[in-house]
């Protein structure tokens, strides 16, 4: 057969071929479709279906271990409530005022303190074993929790007991009045710094009082930056509540800025941002039964606890202090505008 002849006669062989495959795609190609669709959607629902109870599970079982560990913890700490109840405040003030005359104020990088020995050793353990277990910390960043104390009628009730005691009645009326008074020049200078000499005694002379108090549950993995607490805030003070056998390296780190900054904002302020360069100075040991108590201005702080930190939960309680906001603005009200801007988002 010629090439001419086999070619005519297959020609029309492979057209029809094409015209059957072109004809079953189109009639069962979207039916395959179809039912592919199917075939997912009814997979991935069931994917849903186990995903949503496995959510549920876990939920209920760590609904069961905070149960549990709450329970556990109430068994054992239910007798110390007692002990609480016999505090005598005058014997802690006058240990508190012993131990912070007996401290030497270092003026740098800022002005600050590290109070050895701060509180009466049964009040120290008191508030260890009240400090409520991690499980009732809100758990909304893994490596940072904090227990406001805002939130102690949440609490259990050796919490409630033992921490509003401490954070009303011992550092908001013993603590920080005794640091204000160590403090009294360099909170004079602090406020200088933006108004003059006569604004910073004048502010320093308003009625000041601690706010923001809460407990402190960092794990490995934590960095805090070096920067400055928000501008409102004078002093900061933070008690350290190691475990037994925690290292000690893991305290807060005290930064020299390398020129002077003005923070304006209401929030937390971090001077790289601005370009400037920090260097650590030192870092204050994390030490049972201790104080940081600094001036928050001139330097920055900060904390870390590495991924590799030799403890698992790192525990402090921290608070500010603060002017009274209408008494300062009333003051601030004096100043020329230009020194008024550093403090424009308060007015």
């Not at 556990?72 to 003030?93: D, F, K, M, T």
């Not at 908001?172 to 640091?179: D, K, N």
């Not at 794990?219 to 002093?235: A, E, F, N, S």
């Not at 330097?299 to 590495?306: D, F, K, N, Q, Y």
């Amino acid at each position: 057969m010629s090439h001419t002849s086999r070619r005519l006669t297959q020609t029309p062989v492979l057209g029809l071929g094409r015209f059957v495959y072109l004809r079953l795609r189109r009639a069962l190609l979207p039916d395959f479709e179809r039912r592919w669709s199917r075939d997912i959607d009814s997979s991935l629902s069931d994917v849903h279906r186990k995903l949503s109870a496995m959510e549920a599970e876990l939920a209920e079982l760590r609904a069961f271990k905070r149960r549990m560990t709450l329970d556990q913890w109430l068994a054992h700490s239910e007798p110390q409530r007692e002990r609480v109840r016999q505090i005598s405040l005058s014997e802690v003030e006058a240990h508190i005022a012993r131990a912070i005359a007996a401290t030497p104020v270092v003026g740098t990088p800022t002005t600050h303190m590290v109070v050895e020995d701060v509180l009466p050793a049964e009040v120290y353990e008191l508030l260890t074993a009240a400090i409520p277990p991690a499980d009732l910390f809100p758990d909304r960043d893994p490596v940072k929790r904090d227990f406001e104390m805002s939130a102690l009628g949440t609490a259990p009730p050796l919490t409630q007991d033992m921490w509003r005691l401490f954070d009303e009645d011992i550092v908001r009326r013993i603590v920080a009045p005794l640091v204000f008074a160590r403090f009294q020049s360099a909170v004079e200078t602090h406020y200088a710094d933006t108004g003059g000499e006569a604004f910073g005694r004048a502010a320093a002379a308003i009625p000041h009082r601690t706010v923001a108090g809460r407990i402190q549950l960092r794990r490995p993995g934590y960095t805090l930056k070096p920067h400055l607490d928000p501008k409102r805030v004078v002093i900061t003070g933070l008690f350290y509540f190691p475990r037994p056998g925690d290292a000690d390296a893991y305290g807060t780190q005290l930064f020299t800025i390398d020129r002077p900054v003005v923070h304006h904002g209401m929030t937390t302020f971090f001077p790289e941002q601005a370009g400037a360069v920090c260097t650590l100075a030192s870092t204050v040991p994390y030490r049972r039964n201790s104080m940081l108590v600094f001036v928050n201005s001139r330097a920055a702080h900060g904390a870390s606890l590495p991924a590799d930190a030799t403890l698992d939960e790192r525990y402090a309680y921290q608070f500010y202090v603060k002017p009274l906001d209408g008494d300062l603005k009333k003051l601030l009200k004096t100043l020329p505008e230009a020194a008024r801007a550093a403090w424009d988002e308060i007015l």
